[in-house]
């Protein structure tokens, strides 16, 4: 049910991947929007990653710590201009290390999170992504997943096939979702947004942003 009859609760999806709704409040979401406002432009651009067969991915993408290509990590953007990429910030980290407690109710595994990369994905009316596996990082350490703009279908899957069984979730504006432990190498995707969902308040108008951090575990 997509209305707000039901209250949305904190959710435990799969063992280790829980959904915690409304995370984040307005002015934090509208912080977050002007920041990726400013990373989008540069010192690496916002673009559409190339997939090997060609075919390009229609959310566009920023890296911030490590940039990411399909499919690994480097410093520089080699797929985008060769820039460096910028450096995640501290706030954001810590950010991600309060993400990890909520998800979990445990201080202790927040205090451990230490993220070294952040990939900000933007939806427009159109994008999509199939269902996949984060899988080029070295470390086995949580996804911390935020969501501002426009809602969306978050398919979380398995971690054997691309394939049922899964879940579907409907993320809103400061939803968080953290995936670690048994799911941390599950199959997910989102099929579609809704269009025209944002609250204004996020600071966007239209579209969705999505930011995943991830430890890569590279040196
Ligand atoms: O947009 C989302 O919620 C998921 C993003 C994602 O799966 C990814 O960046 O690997």
Same mark, same amino acid.
């Given at each position: 049910m997509s209305g707000m009859l039901l209250p949305r609760e904190h959710n435990e999806v799969a063992p280790g991947a829980v959904h915690v709704p409304d995370w984040l409040d307005g002015a934090e979401q509208r912080r977050i929007v002007e920041a990726c406002r400013r990373w989008a432009v540069g010192p690496v651009p916002m673009r559409s990653a190339r997939l090997p067969g060609g075919r390009r991915m229609s959310v566009q993408t920023v890296c911030l710590g490590w940039h990411w290509q399909p499919y690994k990590y480097s410093r520089t953007a080699d797929d985008a201009g060769g820039g460096q990429v910028a450096e995640l910030p501290e706030w954001m980290a810590e950010l991600g290390r309060r993400a990890v407690s909520a998800a979990?109710?445990?201080?202790?595994? +927040? =205090?451990?999170?230490? #993220?070294?990369?952040? @990939?900000?994905?933007?939806?427009?009316?159109?994008?999509? &992504? +199939? &269902?996949?596996?984060?899988?080029?990082?070295?470390?086995?350490? #949580?996804?911390? $997943? @935020? $969501?501002? +703009?426009?809602?969306?279908?978050? =398919?979380f899957g398995n971690t054997e096939t691309r394939t049922k069984p899964y879940t579907d979730v409907e993320l809103h504006s400061g939803d968080l979702f953290v995936f670690g432990g048994p799911s941390r190498f599950a199959y997910h995707g989102v099929p579609k947004t809704y269009p025209g969902t944002s609250d204004p308040e996020c600071g966007m108008k239209q579209g969705r942003i999505n930011i995943t951090m991830r430890r890569t575990g590279m040196e």
């Open positions: 979990y109710r445990d201080e202790d595994a +927040g =205090r451990e999170y230490c #993220p070294d990369t952040a @990939l900000i994905n933007y939806y427009d009316d159109a994008a999509a &992504m +199939g &269902m996949h596996q984060d899988k080029d990082e070295k470390t086995d350490a #949580p996804v911390v $997943s @935020l $969501s501002i +703009g426009d809602n969306c279908v978050f =398919r």
